[in-house]
């Protein structure tokens, strides 16, 4: 970059925020393409005279509008809830957590706590939504997804009492090391490696496990019993724990969350909450654009427009428009009168919806103040099977914790959660009550934080399928036998294109809504091409 | 908790903030005892009428007269500088940085930007730390040590072109799991592991290594050519790396470093520079009690007192005390007239000095908008070997890049900074000019980030061994050689107590200045008891 333009960027930053240098940066083409979007890029005057009647405010509604709108579209947004987001959505102090079956939650937290009732982390590589946060000027924060100091605990190993992350993953790495060098040694593995691979493989195994002559026999990566001081004080180094009982423990869950895919560090979230995502997307729309309380009540498409009847303060509306995009729940689809095909109807049905629930409570921060776990999660065997500390705000005197974020049915398989694709109850959620679920809920911490159970308060139950307008969390895309329903939502109904995080390969991400609105655009795109 | 505390501390916070909470939790007993520290409680008269002078104003020498104070001693603390924080140094726009040997660089960074010179980085484990910022208001934001989407670079992989470290990391992970499966499958370790335990194995490292029936053959993990798209836009998985490459490229530094125990998340950074810490401290003690631009001229110490000689503005002063706590850098005290023992004045020279370099420079922020990585460290295998990049206010416009932090001399052994124990020049520290070592950093960029080399300006190149009153970054106590000098120096001589990481088992950590601090009290107190 020239002087003169980077004189230049400062200077837009100086007067318009990051956001006015980012536009600018975007401008002057020294911010890269991003990834995959089919985004098109189109003429301001391109959807000139064109409606679009976009069905649903989450984060793919309010993309789609956006984008349209800049590429000269009249934009509609219908919205059933009285806010943005959809599943993006923060509880806090003044929130109410409203069930189908007619259980109401009053949320009155402090300290500005606050729960992301669905997403609640955006990894560095969905470039699209950290885009929009920069254009949107939302302000990010590190989400820290794993800390070393978080606990694990199985009543298979030291006698069920918790142990530190950093003691599980140094002495497993530790043993692996040491079986995998005696390997070598013995020649196992001569078909495998050449001799100067075995010997680059033993120095490289060496560290890895922070070996002593071959053997495992502890590491200061797994910490202290008594802590390096001044003076004569000096260090002793944690016990390691017996393979044999690592082993059984099985702390695959934990030891392997951080490193999926989208888990991975460097992790944000929104200053403040995820719903600062939607709002903002809602402010960057002229007013009146969104429709809210707005509830869909009839689609009716045909080859050259839509026309969608909603309810609104008790009356019954009609919208029209030369497109659509649908951006509802397939399982609010299925019982909203339309004209789509049989095939369509059915695809409705055809992906099943993930009972993803979180329990989150109110707490003084004894992790921090007495663990010394800032973020991270720990991993339990129990009914409730981790314990999620909160990155925001640390240091603050309270701090909203996750007790127990996983299925209520094991259903989940090919997510990384843990769970396989049946469709039984997991141990939590067969639990008959809310009250045993919030008693579920505080025994993790108990068995974690022995004493600290009863620090909790104003507990709120978030049970995805129970939340109207969302019955379910997210259709589970991942398994073969949705592979039909999403290859029949991907043609359009007539004008009515399909969009949600659903239909991409991202489910249950923000970054999928995202891409799907902009591949509903490069149809309708296309289309008026063509 | 109960409720009224809770309340209670809600109300002191929203009135006090967080340290005014923090030091009522403290009252009332609700944060922990922090580990090993050897603080004495003392009552606020226990030094009453006695008198500490204080030599040197890094973290501790501020820390040793926060607590004197607290008990009631009168402190006065020479300081060479005309700032607190020794080490704990952060250079930005306006700092000069002058060498010993005359090279003087002024700073002139935008947006804020800052390059910590020395300590850059506050574990979690660093619990006294910690809570010294809580204490003195200091905020904190967490500092990311790692990302998966650095890069790491050798002229032995992939044709030299830079790989992603969630490449290396993952294509590991598999290779080492899918070698151990084959020697367990081959009986090769049937004398460590019963039929049980293999098999618990095979299912433990099936995970570890996201293998396939045994086989690595790739995993999401290691990331996307093409990345997951909406509707029929499916992704492509990176191709592993070669184990051959992968060995013969060895990044086991980048590999191991984040799991240095000192380097584990979570990690923080006081928010707009190190040096706020010290500033922190200064602000706490009375006006006037640190004599900045004061260097040392002669240390007495006898049975029952202190004097010190200082230069002030052209004149010499002294000043006396009852005791003295002496931080002073080893090399500068060998230069200082003093009436220590011969065996003390040994010591002096008992221990090396570190020759740890930063090079820094401002740049846009093309590793965020092109790599998508924000902050974490690459690695590459070259004169300057690593590339970090800045935690401090992500999606800025520019920001400070340390291109290049390392010793110059090869003696950092056991410090897993890759170094041995010789005192042989590394290739940076052979290169013959600043601008030679400015040229090295900036082709480090260029290797990792091609086309970016040219972005750099306003280098600045901080050399611990060239930084007057420091002479050297840290008196490197890990060296077997250096006992001796260690327990020299933990004896007083007369009534001075020598302090600072040196003399702690966390040198180069401010956590070991704070302790050493502590532990000067412990005996000092000990012997006003005894």
């Known amino acids: 970059m ?53 069905l ?34 923060s509880v806090r102090d003044g929130s109410t957590v409203e069930f189908i079956d007619g259980t109401k939650q009053a949320c009155s937290w402090s300290d500005g706590g606050y729960l992301n009732a669905g997403p609640a982390r955006i990894p560095s590589i ?16 590190v989400e820290v997804n794993f800390s070393r100091s978080a606990l694990m605990q199985s009543p298979k190993i030291n006698g069920g009492k918790p142990v530190l992350e950093r003691q599980v993953v140094h002495d497993t790495r530790g043993y692996i090391a040491e ?71 099985d702390f695959s869950k934990g030891e392997f969350y951080e490193e999926q895919i989208d888990w991975q560090a460097t992790m944000f979230q929104p200053v403040g909450g995820m719903d600062r995502i939607p709002y903002g997307f ?69 992906m099943p919806m993930t009972a993803l629930y979180k329990v989150a409570w109110e707490s003084p921060r004894f992790w921090e103040t007495e663990n010394r776990i800032y973020g991270g999660i720990s991993f339990l ?57 919030f008693a579920a809920s505080r025994q993790a911490v108990e068995t974690l934080h022995p004493g600290k159970g009863q620090l909790l308060t104003k507990p709120i139950y978030i049970q995805w399928s129970n939340i109207p307008y969302s019955i379910g969390c997210f259709a589970n895309n991942h398994l073969k036998s949705s592979d039909p329903a999403y290859a029949q939502l991907e043609a359009a109904e007539g004008r009515t294109y399909f969009a949600g995080d659903h239909l991409s390969h991202l489910v249950g991400w923000q970054e999928g809504a995202v891409l799907s609105a902009h591949h509903a655009i490069e149809r309708i795109a296309a289309g008026m091409k063509g």
């Not at 960057?284 to 689609?299: D, F, H, K, N, R």
């Open 282 to 350: 809602a402010k960057a729309l002229p007013e009146g654009m969104i429709q809210y309380s707005s509830p869909v009540t009839e689609i009716k498409t045909a080859s050259n427009g839509v026309t969608v009847a909603y309810t609104q303060g008790g009356a019954t509306k009609t919208v029209s428009g030369d497109f659509c995009i649908c951006t509802m729940p397939i399982p609010v689809l299925a019982k909203t009168k339309n004209n789509f095909s049989a095939a369509t109807q059915a695809a409705f049905s055809g």
């Open 2 to 54: 020239s002087l003169t333009r980077r004189v230049f960027l400062q200077r837009v930053a100086q007067i318009g925020g990051y956001s006015a240098a980012f536009s600018a940066m975007h401008a002057l083409g020294l911010t890269p393409a991003s990834g995959a979007s089919p985004l098109p890029e189109l003429a301001a005057d391109f959807g000139k005279g064109k409606k679009v009647v976009i």
């Open 179 to 249: 079986l995998l060098s005696k390997a070598v040694n013995k020649h196992a593995l001569d078909e495998d490696l050449t001799a100067a691979e075995q010997a680059q493989m033993l120095e490289f195994l060496a560290g890895f496990g922070d070996l002593d002559d071959g053997k495992y026999t502890g590491t200061s990566r797994a910490g202290y019993v008594s802590n390096r001081g001044a003076g004569p004080h000096k260090s002793t180094l944690n016990k390691p724990l017996a393979l044999k009982e690592l082993l059984a423990a």
């Open 56 to 89: 649903g405010a989450g984060i793919a509604g309010l993309t789609s509008a956006l984008e349209l709108m800049k590429a000269g579209f009249e934009c509609t947004i219908l919205e059933a809830r009285d806010r943005p987001g959809g599943r993006s959505w």
């Open 126 to 141: 969905h470039t699209h939504l950290l885009d929009y946060c920069q254009k949107l000027g939302v302000p990010l924060e």
């Open 381 to 437: 065997k129990d009914a409730v099977d981790l314990v999620w500390y909160p990155s925001a705000k640390m240091f603050a005197p309270t701090g909203v914790l996750v007790a127990g974020f996983n299925s209520e049915r094991e259903d989940v398989g090919g997510l990384g959660m843990g769970g396989t694709n049946t469709f039984k109850p997991t141990a939590f959620g067969a639990l008959p009550t809310m009250e045993a679920k």
